[in-house]
Structures are given as structure tokens and as C-alpha cells.
């Protein structure tokens, strides 16, 4: 009997007799490959997806709150929004920024690298505009140059802010402690990380009026890598702790003081040979090496608590508890402080 040709042997076959079946092929395999994801490995997604989302909801709060504070400094309604929240390599940041612009590179204390915040001229400009006075013209043609010393002075009071936001919205990951270490406006004179090192890049969109313009927070992956951990759980979320119940706190009170526990009394202990252990007789004496003013262990869920004395009680055998059993930590913390000189407690 013949052997049974294979899938791929029948479109061969039919490929070299009519052209057509070839290109219906590959249409077929396009459709498969349409399923297959390309990854770049020169480019990895170090930051997961959970943990974006949590960048996001970080950051939706801060927004509004730095919205509103910028609001209440400039006396005018300032509208901040949350537009992304990506993952990039730092070139392609900054590559994308405009030349001049407002590069605040910031120092944070507590971690171990830095943050970038960046300022667009075309939001900047009106923000120095209103602080100085002006405002009045709804569209205003603002000048392509760096910022002068003293617009560089009115900008550090929005920074300021920036930073006191972000330290509040960040306040149940870590303590986010930022100051302001160098301001560029040309964007690729400062190489915090490497080229290739990925970043997350927050961007938010500040209005004022009918004037736009967008402000970037970039954050380097090795600078909070620290924190992934953190990130990855609900423990940045900012919602308050609900206050505890009086009623379910005496109910838990109770039933645990009415749990039973585990007490063991070890009189002495000693060793025997199989031999000796197989001739013990009634009336026969063990000796141990515990002299009998010894006080005995007193175990309570498996951990030694105290010293106790045998005795009788209304014709019952009883312990009478004595001094607790010191613990290791106990005994290193009574050592340190002989050391240093200070009483112990």
C-alpha cells in the first residue's frame, strides 16, 4: 500500500503545478502569524503590566491634587490630566522632547538613581506670563530660546509643588524625598541612564485657558526596581484604613482568651540504654542529672516560658510558676546594654 502524503507535501505538490496555490498558502500562513506576537529583545518589558497600572493609579490622584494646587498659586483654572503612562527606552524619551525645553533633573534621597521632570515651553511660558502680570491676550506668540535666571526662579515654585504632589501620591509606596540637582534645556546634555535602559514615561497634559502644553515625568527602572514589589500589590493604593469596629474588637478579645493552649511540665530528663530500659521493674530508681531544687521547664506551645516547683494542691499534683525563662534576644539585648554602659531593664 502506497504511503499517505503529508499536508504540507499536498501544497508543495500543488504549488509547483498552479502558482495560485502558493499564494494561497502564504495568505494561510499570514493568518496564523497574525496570532504571534513579535518581541524585541533590544527593547525588553521590564515593567508589568500590573505595575503600570498602579503607575496610573498613582498618578490620577496626583494629577488632580497638582491641579488644583497649581490652580489655587496662578489664581486661574488650571486643568491637569493623566494622558499616559508608557515604557521606552531613555533615548526615545529624549529624542521626542523639544530643544529648548525644561529639564529638571531630580535627585531622589531615598532611592538610588534619578527622576526627570520636563516642562513644555508652550505651558511654561503662559505659566511665567501669568505669574508676571500678564495673562490678559488669549494666544500669545512666546519666543523659541531658554529660560532667563529669573524665569527660572518663578518655574522652581511649580516644581516645588510638583514635587510636594508627588511625594503625597507616592507616600504609601515609599518616602519619596525629591530636590532639584540641574535645569537644561537642551535635553540631551543630561544621560542619567544608558541609552537602551528602560523608562517609565508619565505624561500629563496641563491646561490653562486656551494654552496647552505637556509635562513629562520620567522614571528609570533601575531607580525604582527597589519597589517592583511594592507596585505589584494593592499597597499604593491610597485609600484610608476603615477604623476598627468596638464590637468585632471585644468579640475578638474574648474568643481568644478563651482559647485553649498547650501546656507541658517536663520533670528531668536522661538517657537509657535499650538493655537498661527492657529490665526496668516497679520500684526501680532512675537517676537523672537534675537536682531537685532545680526548677522544672514549663512548656507552652512548644516554647519554654518559665521555671516551675512539683507540689500538691487539695490532694492534686500541681506546679507552682516561678521567674520566666529568659529568651535569646532577651539575654543579647541584657549583654549590649552591660557593654554600653546603660542599666539594664
Given amino acids: 500500500m502506497a504511503d499517505v502524503l503529508s499536508q504540507s507535501e499536498v501544497e508543495s505538490l500543488l504549488a509547483a503545478l498552479d502558482p495560485?496555490?502558493?499564494?494561497?498558502?502564504?495568505?494561510?500562513?499570514?493568518?496564523?502569524?497574525?496570532?504571534?506576537?513579535?518581541?524585541?529583545?533590544?527593547?525588553?518589558?521590564?515593567?508589568?503590566?500590573?505595575?503600570?497600572?498602579?503607575?496610573?493609579?498613582?498618578?490620577?490622584?496626583?494629577?488632580?491634587?497638582?491641579?488644583?494646587?497649581?490652580?489655587?498659586?496662578?489664581?486661574?483654572?488650571?486643568?491637569?490630566?493623566?494622558?499616559?503612562?508608557?515604557?521606552?527606552?531613555?533615548?526615545e524619551f529624549v529624542y521626542s522632547l523639544e530643544n529648548p525645553t525644561c529639564f529638571n533633573l531630580l535627585k531622589a534621597e531615598n532611592l538610588d538613581g534619578h527622576l526627570i521632570l520636563d516642562l513644555n515651553p508652550s505651558i511654561i511660558f503662559p505659566i511665567v506670563d501669568r505669574l508676571l502680570g500678564g495673562g490678559k491676550h488669549r494666544t500669545q506668540n512666546f519666543p523659541r530660546r531658554p529660560l532667563t535666571e529669573i524665569e527660572l526662579r518663578l518655574v522652581s515654585r511649580i516644581t516645588s509643588l510638583t514635587m510636594d504632589g508627588l511625594r503625597k501620591a507616592w507616600s504609601n509606596v515609599c518616602d519619596l524625598q525629591l530636590r532639584v540637582t540641574q535645569v537644561e534645556s537642551n535635553p540631551q546634555l543630561v544621560q542619567i541612564v544608558p541609552p537602551n535602559e528602560v523608562i517609565v514615561l508619565i505624561s500629563f497634559e496641563l491646561t490653562m485657558g486656551e494654552m496647552r502644553g505637556i509635562m513629562n515625568l520620567c522614571i528609570p527602572f533601575n531607580t525604582i526596581e527597589p519597589l517592583t514589589g511594592k507596585l505589584s500589590s494593592n499597597t499604593w493604593s491610597t485609600y484610608t484604613q476603615k477604623t476598627p469596629d468596638p464590637v468585632q474588637m471585644i468579640n475578638l478579645e474574648t474568643g481568644v482568651k478563651s482559647a485553649g493552649v498547650e501546656m507541658i511540665v517536663y520533670l528531668a530528663e536522661t538517657k537509657l540504654t535499650l538493655n537498661e530500659l527492657a529490665n526496668l521493674a516497679v520500684g526501680d530508681v532512675i537517676m537523672t542529672e537534675k537536682d531537685k531544687g532545680d526548677g522544672l521547664e514549663v512548656v507552652i506551645e512548644g516554647q519554654p516560658k518559665f521555671y516551675a516547683y512539683p507540689g500538691l494542691l487539695k490532694g492534686h499534683k500541681a506546679v507552682r510558676i516561678g521567674k520566666p525563662i529568659p529568651r535569646a534576644s532577651d539575654i543579647i539585648e541584657e549583654q549590649l546594654k552591660t557593654r554600653l554602659g546603660k542599666p539594664a531593664t
Wanted: charged fraction near 30%; avoid cysteine.
Fill in 20 to 91: 495560485n496555490a502558493q499564494v494561497a498558502a502564504d495568505r494561510r500562513s499570514d493568518e496564523f502569524g497574525a496570532q504571534i506576537a513579535v518581541y524585541d529583545f533590544k527593547r525588553p518589558e521590564r515593567v508589568s503590566k500590573e505595575q503600570m497600572r498602579a503607575f496610573q493609579a498613582l498618578h490620577e490622584g496626583f494629577s488632580r491634587e497638582f491641579g488644583a494646587a497649581l490652580s489655587g498659586m496662578l489664581r486661574t483654572i488650571v486643568e491637569v490630566k493623566l494622558i499616559s503612562v508608557d515604557q521606552l527606552t531613555y533615548s
